[in-house]
């Protein structure tokens, strides 16, 4: 999904440094610790038995239902409306039972390990209701020639992004499921290495679709299929990693006619990729849309020291690698990069809200919260860390407090326990909390909980 570093599972945890056998030392960079937030959570579980679900949706004005996608590739409709009509548990979608290889073996050190693969974003048309078209990201073998690539003359992909359409026959039947047959690719991205790929999808207030590419994988933005400089600042043609896309998936007018490029996006007809909306980032691996400002909120997953949190703007450049969060970045060869000092550069965004590795590893993007159950948190950002080590597992949750000052939310029931894999949100706007008690896609230990008002007393 998300993680710096390639983690291997046998009888002991394995941490392997991608850029040098030496591990950069962080830095206490940011000395304020986060706080507790006043207000008050709790976990009230909805379904278990996943595998390691990363992320849930809500077709819009869709209040009965909401679909978790799991890592391994399938995508799962729960019923949240206690409706009679509503299936308690729909498989909706399956992209290993298309006939087709839709998703690499997942295990990048052999099955049962650590892996940033799979099917990692879902998105439904603004007008699903009446079309039905689904879409999806996920981690597919190498089967055709890529869209976009920046590997050189001998070197081979990791696997490919790809970017798919889908479609259900009766979108108003609560037991309709996705057509397998209907499948078709709107875009392919050449992945260099098996991490870093971001892969959420999202649709804006504009009806266009959002696109989350990691720089690509490795560390440091550096190595295979990695720029001079890094692929975060590249905008030369056909290097779409570090960045977030703007499509139109009905549209025509792309280089290969599957989908269309929005005339308003900044960087078009200028050399490098029309899509191109932002640049700068390493690993955007969870973004969301406000469902009442419209707002895009960006979380990308840093390097050694700092986890960010970034409101998207056309064609702003966050600065990876450059920067890691607010501060300034050393690439440092073939050793580990590291922060340096906290610094304005001209041109580059600095993110709302930023911590460091005293408070966790990983960033887990979540969502705007426009619930009505916990009325505390309504209009506050929320979002977590997947875990403060590796071992044991400790996923925290936060939140945006006056001032984008980050706070935790300890639920009533005590800390997670779990590694935090995702959020979803619901058409109604409540928050689910996504963890597992694995960090590999193995297993059956993947949970989804209603985050929800807590005791006070």
């Keep these: 999904m998300r993680l710096r570093s390639m983690v291997l599972a046998t009888t002991t945890l394995i941490v392997l440094s991608m850029a040098a056998p030496a591990v950069a030392v962080h830095e206490d960079v940011i000395s304020e610790p986060i706080a507790s937030s006043p207000v008050s959570v709790d976990l009230e579980l909805v379904a278990d038995g996943f595998t390691t679900p990363l992320w849930a949706t809500s077709p819009q004005g869709d209040r009965h239902r909401l679909f978790v996608v799991d890592q391994n590739g399938t995508v799962v409709a729960l019923d949240i409306g206690g409706s009679e009509k509503v299936p308690d548990r729909l498989l909706f979608l399956d992209i290993g039972v298309t006939g087709q290889d839709l998703l690499v073996p997942l295990g990048a050190f052999g099955p049962g390990t650590f892996d940033e693969r799979g099917l990692l974003g879902l998105a439904f048309h603004p007008d699903y209701r009446r079309n039905g078209l689904v879409y999806t990201y996920s981690s597919e073998p190498v089967a055709a020639p890529a869209d976009f690539s920046t590997l050189g003359d001998g070197e081979v992909a990791n696997h490919q992004g790809v970017l798919r359409e889908w479609k259900v026959k009766n979108p108003r039947n609560p037991e309709s499921v996705v057509d397998p047959a209907s499948t078709r690719v709107l875009l392919r991205i050449d992945e260099p290495q098996f991490n870093h790929n971001a892969g959420a999808i999202v649709f804006g207030r504009d009806g266009k679709l959002y696109v989350a590419v990691g720089d690509g994988g490795s560390a440091d933005d550096q190595g295979a299929g990695h720029v001079d400089g890094g692929n975060g600042q590249s905008l030369a043609e056909g290097n779409v990693l570090g960045k977030i896309l703007r499509i139109d998936p009905r549209g025509e007018n792309s280089a290969n006619g599957n989908y269309g490029i929005p005339?308003?996006?900044?960087?078009?007809?200028?050399?490098?990729?029309?899509?191109?909306?932002?640049?700068?980032?390493?690993?955007?691996?969870?973004?969301?849309?406000?469902?009442?400002?419209?707002?895009i909120y960006v979380a990308d997953v840093g390097q050694n020291d700092i986890e960010e949190v970034n409101i998207l703007r056309k064609g702003?450049?966050?600065?990876?690698?450059?920067?890691?969060?607010?501060?300034?970045?050393?690439?440092?060869?073939?050793?580990?990069?590291?922060?340096?000092?906290?610094?304005?550069?001209?041109?580059?965004?600095?993110?709302?809200?930023?911590?460091?590795?005293?408070?966790?590893?990983?960033?887990?993007?979540?969502?705007?919260?426009?619930?009505?159950?916990?009325?505390?948190?309504?209009?506050?950002?929320?979002?977590?860390?997947?875990?403060?080590?590796?071992?044991?597992?400790?996923?925290?949750?936060?939140?945006?407090?006056?001032?984008?000052?980050?706070l935790e939310l300890v639920p009533g029931s005590g800390s997670l326990g779990r590694y935090l894999m995702g959020f979803g949100q619901d058409a109604a706007g409540e928050i689910y909390?996504?963890?597992s008690d694995n960090f590999a896609p193995a297993g059956t230990g993947g949970t989804v909980h209603k985050l929800v008002a807590g005791n006070p007393g």
């Excluded at 005339?263 to 469902?291: C, H, L, M, T, W």
């Design 433 to 435: 909390v996504l963890t």
């Design 263 to 295: 005339r308003s996006n900044p960087f078009v007809g200028k050399p490098g990729a029309d899509e191109i909306y932002a640049y700068g980032f390493r690993n955007p691996f969870r973004i969301s849309v406000d469902q009442r400002t419209g707002r």
């Design 316 to 406: 702003a450049n966050y600065g990876w690698p450059v920067k890691e969060g607010s501060f300034l970045f050393n690439m440092n060869g073939d050793e580990p990069g590291f922060t340096t000092v906290q610094e304005k550069v001209k041109g580059l965004v600095d993110p709302i809200a930023e911590y460091d590795h005293d408070e966790g590893i990983s960033i887990t993007g979540g969502f705007v919260y426009r619930g009505r159950d916990i009325k505390r948190l309504r209009g506050s950002y929320v979002f977590g860390d997947f875990s403060n080590g590796f071992a044991p597992a400790n996923g925290r949750l936060f939140h945006l407090g006056k001032g984008k000052t980050i």
